[in-house]
């Protein structure tokens, strides 16, 4: 089950599908390695550590019947970030990507806050 809203109230900022689900797409650590001339070491990692932004979930409803491919549309096109609820928690996310496919809505959410 997942929850989509607007962060104000607005009558159509709303969706709730019990058979939706969200997919952790991405989930990284700002780390790199770097090369270090001693031959016993070979490289040092440098690890900036977890941020709650590098995460992105792909958002899918099955069965649409068009209504859930409608709410997103609006809004993504008149809200810059929506709130997002799903099993793995409640975040601030950036909406992109809208498709559908065979009766199956997908979008994108982009982390930019975890809520929880």
Known sequence: MISICTPTYDIDGRLISRTGYAVAQNISRRA?????????????????GYSPADLTYTVIIPGDDGSAHAALKYMIANYQYVILSCS??????????????????????EVLEDLT
């Open 32 to 48: 790199q390695r770097v090369a270090v001339l001693d031959l016993a070491v070979g490289a040092v990692p440098v690890d900036g």
């Open 88 to 109: 793995d928690g409640c975040y601030r996310v950036l909406l992109s990507g809208l498709g559908n496919n065979n009766g199956q809505t997908t979008c994108t959410a």
